[in-house]
């Protein structure tokens, strides 16, 4: 029996016994205590270390229920036979994953950002505090696979009258970010292809390609998808933003809407997924309805989340089925449960039907509002010379520079400037013919007023 000299620090939070513990968890899993050999009786590593008797016995105790120690009848404690697995130290039986290098930028226009100043963080507090006190204790039971019922009737009526959107309770599935629901969409579709526009959202496109689509691009213009282009793609599904289209901000305009929905009219298993993204913000004209509004022959999947408009931590994202796809989702879908606990469903019925969200809405609104005005007055007071677009909604705007400067050099002279700033070729597919003239992505949304006008003056010194 060897003493153990074991180094505690009494300064860290971690008690004296886990320090114990895990000081002998270790030696035993490196193989410097080996089976069979004896350890110190609690009493004698008490004396030795100068801490109490109950630490020891505590630490001993953890041991002992995990299987590292066993203690013999007026013997005591023996380490025990452990696996091989185990004859390597942790740190080399893990391998080491390289830690990609994260640059820092004094501002950054990230396209993802929020306005975290503006969560409800006291209504969102009580209003979970009272879903956990639930007296009937119902919240501790297994829920309905596509979401509780009192949410997704909650979720209908706000669809219908803030977005237009028919459709009842029983068409609408609730899911942990749309990633889930894409996932779960495959396997009511079946596998096929599916076509994007171009430039695309990469989450989506990335989320298709590991489903196993086949993922084609078609190119847009000032009204969206190319509908003359998808034809020739010869795809069964599109997968479309006409509300905001991501990156570009392209609104897609009634007619184009039209034309989409003759599009998949016209083929026996054609369907288009809308993506309602950034809906919620626009700040110039009336809000547009869904296209699934206008689609009377049931062939429009609409998605929808609630990361943009609340927070991305919020993992509430919900579609709604049209009802001829109803059957093949009870065969082949019902069997996933919904990835959304029955807590953050209730929080969130409350949140919908008692009026809280409709009012961080429109705080929401005004917050983004301000950004956007400062971003584009600062662009004109600063004199950048730039034509700006997709302007009118959403928490971004893309610009193009008018003096000739190439994309790839203004990010650079930006990023030199420690400012970040996102190019649009990123969006670009490597694999589209799709040509787009080169410019340049800001969001807004997560920099507040000052950030974004010293921001901009640093741009104006290194583009003009």
Not at 152 to 166: C, N, P, T
Not at 168 to 174: A, D, F, R, Y
Not at 191 to 196: D, I, L, S, W
């Amino acid at each position: 029996m060897n003493e153990l000299t074991i180094p505690l620090y009494a300064h860290k939070k971690m008690p004296l016994y886990e320090q114990i513990y895990r000081y002998i968890c270790r030696e035993i899993k490196e193989g410097h205590m080996r089976a069979g050999e004896k350890l110190p009786s609690s009493r004698a590593l008490a004396i030795y270390l100068q801490v109490s008797r109950s630490t020891v016995d505590l630490a001993y105790s953890q041991l002992l229920s995990e299987g590292y120690i066993q203690s013999v009848p007026c013997k005591g404690y023996f380490v025990c036979e452990i696996e091989s697995l185990y004859d390597l130290p942790m740190d080399k039986a893990r391998p080491r994953i390289q830690k990609q290098e994260k640059e820092n930028y004094r501002y950054d226009f990230a396209l993802s950002g929020i306005a975290e100043e503006g969560f409800p963080f006291n209504t969102w507090h009580r209003l979970m505090k009272e879903a956990l006190l639930d007296t009937e204790q119902r919240m501790f039971r297994q829920g309905e696979p596509a979401g509780e019922w009192g949410f997704r009737e909650a979720l209908a009526d706000y669809l219908r009258h803030a977005r237009g959107v028919d459709c009842s309770p029983e068409q609408i599935i609730v899911g942990a970010g749309n990633d889930y629901l894409l996932m779960l969409l495959s396997v009511i579709l079946g596998p096929g292809a599916v076509a994007m526009e171009n430039p695309t959202y990469p989450s989506a496109w990335r989320c298709f390609k590991s489903l196993g689509y086949d993922v084609r691009t078609v190119g847009m213009d000032r009204a969206g998808m190319s509908v003359e282009e998808l034809e020739n793609v010869r795809a069964d599904v599109a997968y479309v933003m006409p509300s905001h289209q991501f990156p570009t901000g392209v609104i897609m305009p009634v007619s184009r809407r039209m034309q989409l929905l003759g599009w998949a009219a016209r083929g026996e298993d054609r369907y288009i997924i809308e993506d309602d993204y950034d809906s919620e913000f626009r700040y110039k004209g009336k809000p547009i309805p869904a296209l699934q509004g206008s689609d009377g022959g049931g062939r429009v999947i609409y998605l929808g989340t609630f990361s943009k408009s609340i927070a991305p931590s919020i993992r509430i994202s919900y579609m709604a089925l049209p009802h001829r796809l109803l059957d093949a989702y009870a065969k082949r879908g019902a069997c996933f449960a919904t990835t959304v606990s029955r807590v953050d469903q209730r929080v969130m019925e409350r949140f919908l039907r008692e009026g809280y969200f409709e009012r961080h809405l429109n705080r929401m609104r005004g917050i983004y509002k301000s950004k956007h005005d400062v971003l584009v007055n600062s662009l004109r007071q600063n004199h950048i010379p730039c034509r700006i677009f997709g302007e009118h909604a959403g928490v971004h705007l893309m610009l193009r520079l008018e003096k000739g400067m190439e994309e790839k050099e203004a990010v650079r002279r930006a990023a030199e400037a420690g400012i970040k700033v996102y190019g649009l070729s990123e969006f670009i597919r490597p694999d589209s013919r799709t040509e787009c003239e080169p410019a340049l992505l800001l969001g807004y949304a997560g920099m507040d007023c000052g950030e974004i006008e010293r921001a901009v003056e640093l741009l104006a010194r290194v583009w003009t």
